[in-house]
């Protein structure tokens, strides 16, 4: 799997956009990239991936540059409870026989902090 | 309700005493997979597995086993456990491997 590079941390009103960049310029043309996030100690949570073209869903939206080397989780009206670790990692598409789409690595993510 | 379970959620033992953490999914996933959680290092995977019978090792499989004879279960052994084992333990869960994986509560293990 390609490496992604994310901030540290990050800080955010509560109410306003939440902007988190991943980097991860070695992606091959067959990986995802996949958004998760975990708050405090709990099992992390899918929130959202997408392949080359920019996806919404009901959590999140994501911005996927057109060489794909980097991308952007938006949250767009944070809240106090979105305070968490946002990880982005890549992977290679699915498929049972794939046995390159088992490996994941999580990398050390984005802690964000929402404030009031 | 769709999930993913782990079985013990917290667990103290001590050096060398065999133990197994079970994990458990409902959801009819391939893809099953084990991560530890270690405070600056965030998640590691130790071993995955694509399908009944078939498991892998992912970066840290050093001191741990797995098995997938079933395909709703996939346990972690730790035949000799060692206190650098010590850590918070995730399974999860996917439809075939590279999709959105589903995440199991977690198990704290401390080995003394």
């Known amino acids: 799997d390609a490496k992604t590079t994310q901030p540290t941390s990050m800080d955010c009103a509560e109410g306003r956009a939440a902007n988190l960049p991943c980097n991860h310029s070695?992606?091959?043309?067959?990986?995802?990239v996949y958004w998760y996030r975990q708050i405090h100690s709990q099992g992390p949570q899918y929130i959202i991936h997408?392949?080359?073209n920019n996806e919404t869903n009901e959590m999140a939206s994501l911005i996927i540059t057109e060489d794909r080397k980097s991308s952007t989780l938006i949250l767009p009206h944070a809240t106090l409870r979105d305070t968490a670790v946002y990880y982005c990692?890549?992977?290679?598409?699915?498929?049972?026989?794939?046995?390159?789409?088992?490996?994941?690595?999580f990398g050390d993510g984005t802690t964000l902090t929402v404030k009031p | 309700e769709a999930q993913v379970t782990q079985n013990p959620r917290y667990l103290i033992t001590v050096t060398g005493k065999k133990l197994t953490v079970t994990c458990s999914q409902n959801?009819?996933?391939?893809?099953m997979s084990w991560y530890r959680q270690d405070p600056g290092l965030g998640l590691r995977q130790i071993y995955y597995?694509?399908?009944?019978?078939?498991?892998d090792k992912g970066d840290v499989p050093e001191g741990y086993k797995v098995s997938r004879k079933e395909k709703r279960n996939f346990p972690l052994i730790l035949e000799s456990p060692s206190p650098n084992q010590t850590s918070l333990y995730f399974c999860?869960?996917?439809?075939?491997?590279?999709?959105?994986?589903?995440f199991g509560p977690g198990t704290r293990l401390t080995v003394l």
């Open positions: 999860a869960s996917s439809f075939a491997g590279g999709n959105e994986q589903f």
């Open positions: 070695t992606i091959s043309g067959n990986e995802y």
């Open positions: 997408g392949l080359k």
């Open positions: 990692i890549v992977r290679v598409a699915g498929g049972a026989y794939n046995t390159n789409a088992g490996k994941s690595t």
């Open positions: 959801m009819n996933h391939e893809y």
């Open positions: 597995s694509m399908n009944v019978e078939v498991t």
